[in-house]
């Protein structure tokens, strides 16, 4: 069938989505173009393109007066009461005179907030409760997410918004098993972790994406790091990416967190590939596929599953219509979607589904608990 196809050699970018009766769906896929290099050697480039980058991390130099924080005394009647510590060079009795003020830390459970000690034992402070010197815009660390997370496409990019969102402390035992960040609104991708220099053992980040592990250890990173120099350890990571924070073994592990957000769709450069890089891989793959007249001779479908998560607004308070979704694509999603658009290519973004009879469908919509697993006149049924 081909009336979903407006010119006879389209390019779609489709997602499939698993699990769609769940009250909070993602459009979830993989790049599966192993099977298709068989079918054509180009896409061995693409695919080579397409690895998915989950997070980035690295250490930065700061000056001894950002790692000043004030809080407000928890121990005074007076609410005007300030305490000030620098966390460079903080003492014990510093930091337990911090934790005092603390609040036990909570955690998204779906909508709701949660305490549970079994699951997540630390220490926080709101944004209203701190005031910190630390300046993220004047280090390289919002350039570095942007480069690796946002527009891996040089000649393109969207602005990134870092909102303050609260200060943790884990002290010895403290922990927080493995979960995911819960979108606070719809622009929101990912977040951000600002560890500073604090003596601690353990409390290693260990950050899962689909059977893949990685740990980000800011213990050792910070290791050798002096309060004449001071270094802070950062890692930022998309939203969806399932990650824990060990046990603290000793001394007291504190953070600061973002939460990341697109503050502004409108690309700032005008759209020019390079030379090199993976914008220019991709595109390079793909015309070689349009310059082969035995690659789709009639024309078809090409599709390409998402490779990150995006919460769909399904029965829950945040999240995207697909018509909405495209602005807000991830990293190698938002690469393919460019380079098609930039080919010429009609690109459409739908939802695929394998239906009760074993036949496939692309949806522009996800089916909601009400449709009883029917489809519309709308959805385009795959042969």
Request: glycine share 6%; charged share 20%; net charge negative.
């Amino acid at each position: 069938m081909t009336r979903y196809l407006k010119s006879p050699r389209a390019g779609q970018t489709f997602g499939s989505e698993k699990g769609y009766k769940r009250s909070f769906p993602l459009i979830r896929g993989h790049y599966d173009l192993a099977i298709m290099s068989a079918v054509h050697p180009a896409f061995d480039q693409i695919r080579s393109a397409l690895i998915k980058e989950s997070y980035t991390s690295g250490i930065c130099e700061v000056d001894t007066e950002q790692c000043g924080l004030y809080y407000r005394n928890r121990s005074t009647d007076n609410a005007e009461s300030l305490s000030y510590l620098n966390l460079a060079a903080a003492t014990d009795d510093e930091i337990s005179h911090l934790i005092s003020s603390c609040d036990a830390a909570p955690f998204g459970r779906g909508t709701e907030t949660v305490m549970d000690s079994t699951y997540r034992k630390a220490h926080k402070l709101d944004v209203s409760q701190f005031g910190m010197a630390f300046d993220l815009a004047s280090t390289p660390i919002l350039n570095k997410i942007s480069q690796d997370l946002v527009d891996m496409k040089v000649s393109v990019k969207r602005a990134v918004r870092a909102e303050r969102y609260k200060l943790n402390v884990y002290d010895k035992g403290s922990f927080f098993k493995a979960h995911q960040d819960t979108p606070r609104a719809e622009n929101m991708f990912g977040s951000l972790v600002i560890v500073f220099p604090t003596p601690h053992e353990g409390g290693t980040l260990i950050l899962r994406d689909e059977g893949v592990e990685w740990s980000f250890d800011a213990a050792q990173l910070l290791d050798s790091v002096t309060s004449e120099t001071p270094k802070v350890a950062y890692v930022a990571f998309y939203s969806d990416l399932e990650h824990e924070v060990m046990p603290v073994v000793s001394g007291s592990r504190v953070t600061l967190t973002y939460n990341l957000y697109f503050d502004n769709m409108a690309t700032v450069v005008a759209p020019v590939f390079t030379s090199q890089g993976k914008d220019h891989a991709i595109k390079d793959g793909l015309q070689q596929l349009l310059a082969d007249t035995t690659f789709l001779p009639n024309g078809g479908l090409l599709g390409f599953t998402l490779s990150h998560s995006y919460p769909l607004r399904h029965d829950a308070p945040v999240g995207y219509t697909v018509s909405e979704l495209l602005p807000y694509l991830k990293g190698s999603d938002a690469l393919i979607y460019s380079a098609c658009r930039e080919l010429g290519l009609e690109v459409q973004l739908n939802v695929h589904y394998t239906a009760d009879n074993g036949g496939t469908y692309l949806s522009t919509t996800p089916l909601d608990d009400d449709d009883n697993g029917e489809y519309s006149d709308d959805d385009v049924f795959i042969e």
